[in-house]
């Protein structure tokens, strides 16, 4: 299935703006953001540069539904392909979230999905974007129109570079089309419930990713706005109908071991939860976020972790991806405390969203990333400098210094 043409109309105009701004001394240079939607415009160290358009980078190129692969331009809307597959029985397994309150008519783009990196619910079971991107065409900091990857999951010679573009947030060049990996939307799905306390919801959640069950996502929770702020934990199940029935069995056998009883939520209204929380729209990140000196924090820690040893004034966390990644909400005064905490355990702690109103007394400066070691920031250095070397793309976004 082919619906648009190989050439985009903007992409001479794009390639050329690049490759002047290259050769300009370093005095008059321009520094470029890239900018699709702007829905992951609140991430990062900074926003710099002279926008770089990528909605006219827009069309389905080639679309083979038997071959599970896909190749769209990269200012395609994110809603567009997603409705494409799903005519087809198909899907974006890793469920990239959006951020806006209506999916169905987000602005956000496809070359934002695969910049950002993120994934949503089902990250821990089926992987993360970059592991569903087969190739990609971008544009460098020297003004070059380059292709890796393919469209085949067997195609890499060398450097992986189609993965790696996945989550530079726009800081290496600017992706022109992707090709992506989708699967077949499973044949059965169950939404269960249940209550237990966090160290116990881990524990669960470490025993049952042991084995053979159909665990497609997970979430642990304190409601706060129910009476008595149970702690809940919410399990989605994916995969054939006997896996699913049997997973229900043997998850209840557990439950009630630790005196828990196993309930099953309604399809429609969980599968709508689901996706507000890969869109943050949950009473966790609503509420708390009405706190204007709170920060949301991303705690990526092994799914293995304990409960973390955090600060008194930090909220109960959000828990996702089977114990791996914790949500919450503290000031900015505690970043030392929960990188500590987290580096504990072998994680890091992101600040994700900066606070409404942050005190005077707080401190401004505090990196939105764990600082690199010295190793790793040299790794980081050459790869800009090999494909950005002029500092075109994104200057400052993910480094404070570069």
Not at 251 to 258: I, K, T, V
């Amino acid at each position: 299935m082919r619906s648009s043409p190989s050439a985009y109309p903007d992409l001479a105009a794009l390639l050329d703006t690049v490759r002047a701004a290259a050769s300009t001394g370093s005095a008059l240079r321009k520094s470029f953001r890239i900018h699709g939607s702007g829905s992951h415009d609140f991430y990062g160290e900074a926003l710099e540069g002279e926008l770089l358009e990528t909605r006219g980078l827009s069309g389905i190129v080639q679309y083979e539904p038997s071959e599970l692969v896909i190749t769209v331009g990269a200012g395609t809307l994110l809603c567009d392909l997603e409705k494409t597959l799903a005519a087809q029985g198909q899907c974006l397994a890793f469920e990239p979230p959006v951020f806006a309150a209506d999916r169905t008519h987000s602005q956000a783009t496809v070359g934002g999905m695969v910049a950002s990196g993120l994934s949503g619910p089902a990250r821990a079971s089926v992987g993360a974007v970059r592991d569903f991107v087969l190739g990609l065409k971008f544009i460098n900091g020297r003004g070059e129109h380059l292709t890796f990857g393919g469209q085949v999951m067997k195609n890499v010679a060398g450097y992986d570079v189609s993965r790696l573009l996945a989550g530079s947030w726009g800081t290496l060049g600017l992706i022109t089309e992707v090709s992506l990996k989708v699967l077949p939307v499973a044949p059965a799905e169950a939404h269960l419930m249940c209550r237990l306390p966090q160290a116990q919801a881990l524990a669960l959640l470490h025993r049952w990713g042991g084995q053979p069950l159909p665990l497609n996502a997970s979430c642990w929770v304190q409601d706060n706005s129910m009476p008595g702020q149970p702690e809940m934990l919410f399990v989605r199940l994916r995969g054939a109908h006997a896996a699913v029935e049997a997973a229900k069995v043997r998850m209840s056998q557990d439950l009630a071991a630790l005196n828990s009883e196993l309930l099953v939520q309604a399809s429609e209204s969980a599968t709508q939860d689901w996706i507000a929380c890969a869109d943050q729209r949950l009473p966790f990140f609503t509420q708390a976020a009405a706190s204007p000196d709170a920060a949301l924090w991303r705690l990526s820690v092994p799914q293995t972790a304990p409960v973390l040893n955090l600060p008194a004034s930090t909220s109960a966390p959000f828990i996702e991806w089977h114990g791996a990644q914790r949500w919450v909400w503290a000031p900015l005064s505690e970043a030392e405390a929960l990188r500590k905490a987290a580096a504990a355990v072998g994680g890091q702690a992101t600040l994700f969203r900066r606070p409404q109103q942050a005190s005077a007394a707080l401190p401004v400066s505090v990196p939105v990333f764990t600082p690199l070691d010295a190793v790793h920031q040299r790794i980081q250095h050459a790869l800009k400098q090999e494909f950005d070397p002029a500092g075109l793309f994104g200057p400052r976004r993910l480094n404070a210094h570069f």
